[in-house]
């Protein structure tokens, strides 16, 4: 059947249908949407807010716990001192001595000691010590290295660190060889100097304190005749965090 011809209206105009009742039921729809997407975002803005702040004020809780404890402890700095040296072998050549023998330009040093260290804990808990290393030098020129492993060391107690020095055949040229072949010669007294740093943590409530370091700095006089130590002279150039 053909459609219904549209009346006039009252003023001649021909009047038209309404708009189908979906697409009324859409127009209406699409603000709700909008307003429930908004208030979805800012309420997962809000708990992300609400969990950064909780975190923080945990780990600021756990900070103060620390530092309450620490200052409670009162940590004291670890003593680190070389208690012992032993001359395994020591030796020295000079190929180019002039006539007089006590002017080469060239010398060469070889030697293996064993050093003996002692790490005392005077603190109620316990310290962590890092891998360490020692430098042994003549006349300020590094002649060889010994590292020391990282252990840990309960309060109140002493341990005993050992360390071998092995240096085999190391140059040394003009003035330096001089003064090694006169010190060997005439004094029968070579003089080393060991350096090195010594780092350790405190341990307290399974948590590390900042870093603590003590610079070790000792002087060592050998006899290259006795093959034996003469003099030792430690100190500590202090404590830096």
Request: positive net charge; aromatic residues 8%; proline residues 7%.
């Amino acid at each position: 059947m053909p459609p219904p011809l549209s009346r006039p209206g009252l003023n001649g105009d021909i009047g038209h249908r309404p708009p189908p009742i979906a697409a009324q039921t859409v127009r209406h729809q699409q603000p709700y949407y909008r307003s429930y997407s908004s208030s979805s975002s800012a309420s997962l803005k809000g708990c992300c807010c609400c969990l950064f702040m909780l975190f923080a004020f945990l780990a600021l809780l756990v900070l103060a716990v620390v530092l309450i404890v620490i200052l409670a402890v009162k940590p004291k700095k670890p003593q680190f001192d070389l208690q012992q040296v032993a001359v395994v072998n020591m030796g020295i050549s000079s190929p180019n001595l002039n006539p007089s023998g006590l002017d080469p330009t060239t010398a060469s040093l070889s030697f293996t000691i064993r050093m003996l260290f002692t790490a005392t804990n005077p603190n109620k808990v316990g310290i962590r010590y890092r891998e360490s290393s020692f430098t042994v030098m003549y006349g300020g020129i590094p002649l060889g290295k010994a590292t020391v492993a990282g252990f840990y060391q309960d309060a109140h107690s002493t341990r005993n660190v050992e360390a071998t020095i092995s240096v085999d055949r190391v140059n040394l040229m003009q003035g330096y060889a001089a003064n090694l072949v006169r010190d060997a010669s005439l004094n029968d007294r070579v003089e080393l100097t060991v350096q090195g740093d010594v780092g350790a943590k405190i341990r307290v409530m399974n948590f590390d304190s900042p870093g603590v370091q003590v610079s070790v700095n000792c002087g060592i006089g050998i006899s290259p005749r006795k093959q034996a130590l003469i003099y030792k002279q430690c100190g500590f150039d202090g404590l830096s965090v």
